[in-house]
């Protein structure tokens, strides 16, 4: 019972409170809802793992990396049916932490918990978060990584996925030649996220890969239109699902960097369409190489086919979604050199869809002519 003296609760979704986990707001008077989410105490029958998997780091296989401070306590199925897991961040040591301390200091837990919620609510596939708690215990951390050691607070998110497995969890196995437990653990991945994929389908992996290529393409392609910039998905430790947040530096981008600029001369197997979309066409190649022991060489070229859609699937979705934002409702070709133009301008997407919410059509054309003459806009 020392917790509830260290840690406090900062703050609680009540969406994810209510209609996730359906419990009643009152719940939080209770110190001992602030102890479990705190990782004080254990929630009726949770039995707390962590999570091992591999990764890459600048390109390079890391090796073996696994959840370092995060502890995953459990399933839980929700009046709609719905199964979450339920996993405590900045919890403390795990089998995995290497020479970590395991616990997470205030401002990445605050950066995770908003951003999270925030895109959920811009309808992106994410993570949720349920609540944070701060703590008195001092957190040492070197912030800008110049040797400058400070004291900092720490801080805990009960934060909830479908399925916390990402790719490397499967390309861990293949790399250390677990065979075995690769095939359970992808059969059971299969099995309970990709529920319309037959289990006796002798192709089931390669519809399994073109799901999550599909999936990748579409989270990527919606995080370009909301202006968000993952920061470590360029490290690959990838969900499988949904975004995993971690400590990187992420967060929305006011106007696109000129590095984002997508090559709208793409042709089919090529992908320069800014950082993102790359990192996600290397961690489908991850994938692949991952799944690769269980596939026969047919299966093998038909997944290498799909892999080379993953460009035209991005570029697809990407356009769509920027000519819905531009309020342009046709498919015609200069719609596409109209986004092409606007994201070569260095322009501020703040200012400029504020003011896209106040003009109507006929006034499209001087407001376009105003956002290329006026340097205010231009960040
Ligand atoms: C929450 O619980 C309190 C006390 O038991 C009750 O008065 C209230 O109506 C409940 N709220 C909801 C939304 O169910
Ligand atoms: C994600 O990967 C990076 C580098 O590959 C690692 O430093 C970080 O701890 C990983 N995140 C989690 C939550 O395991
Ligand atoms: C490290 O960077 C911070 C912020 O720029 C600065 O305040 C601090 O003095 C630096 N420490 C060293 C040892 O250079
Ligand atoms: C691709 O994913 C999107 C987003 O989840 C979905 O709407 C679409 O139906 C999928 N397409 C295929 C061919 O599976
Ligand atoms: C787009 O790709 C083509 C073909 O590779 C290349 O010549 C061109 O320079 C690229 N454009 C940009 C803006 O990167």
């Known amino acids: 019972m020392l917790f509830l003296h260290i840690f406090r609760l900062f703050c609680v979704f009540q969406d994810v409170l209510r209609n996730i986990l359906d419990l009643n707001e009152s719940v939080i008077q209770n110190e001992e809802f602030v102890c479990c989410v705190s990782g004080g105490k254990l929630f009726p029958g949770s039995v707390p793992l962590a999570h091992r998997y591999g990764g890459h780091q600048f390109g390079y296989w890391a090796g073996q990396l696994g959840d370092g401070r995060a502890h995953l306590l459990g399933e839980y199925t929700n009046r709609k049916g719905e199964r979450w897991e339920v996993q405590l961040k900045g919890s403390g040591k795990t089998p995995y932490s290497r020479s970590g301390d395991g616990r997470a200091v205030i401002r990445s837990s605050v950066r995770e918990f908003l951003c999270s919620e925030a895109m959920h609510f811009l309808g992106v596939p994410t993570s949720r978060a349920l609540s944070l708690v701060v703590s008195e215990e001092p957190v040492w951390r070197d912030p800008f990584y110049n040797g400058s050691v400070i004291k900092e607070r720490g801080a805990v998110v009960l934060r909830l996925a479908k399925s916390w497995f990402r790719i490397s969890s499967l390309e861990i196995l293949t790399r250390t030649g677990e065979l075995d437990v690769l095939r359970t653990l992808l059969d059971f991945v299969i099995k309970e996220h990709f529920k319309s994929i037959a289990t006796n389908d002798p192709d089931k992996y390669v519809v399994f890969f073109s799901r999550v290529l599909n999936e ?10 909301v202006g968000f910039a993952h920061g470590v998905c360029n490290t690959d430790n990838f969900s499988l699902l949904s975004i995993t947040f971690d400590y990187g530096p992420f967060g929305f981008m006011e106007s696109y960097d000129p590095n984002f600029v997508p090559n709208t001369s793409d042709d089919e197997g090529r992908y320069s369409i800014g950082a993102q979309a790359n990192v996600g066409l290397f961690n489908l190649q991850k994938l692949l190489e991952a799944l690769k022991p269980l596939l026969t060489s047919d299966q ?25 934002k531009l309020g342009f409702l046709g498919n015609e070709e200069k719609d596409s050199y109209v986004i092409a133009f606007l994201l070569k301008v260095n322009i501020s997407w703040i200012v400029f869809f504020s003011n896209c919410t106040i003009i109507n059509s006929y006034s499209f054309f001087y407001f376009f002519y105003d956002i290329f003459n006026s340097q205010t806009v231009r960040s």
């Open 300 to 324: 093998l070229s038909q997944s290498l086919q799909i892999l080379r859609e993953y460009p035209q699937i991005y570029h697809q979705r990407f356009h769509e979604l920027f000519k819905a």
């Open 216 to 225: 990748t393409a579409h989270l990527i392609a919606h995080w370009m239109s």
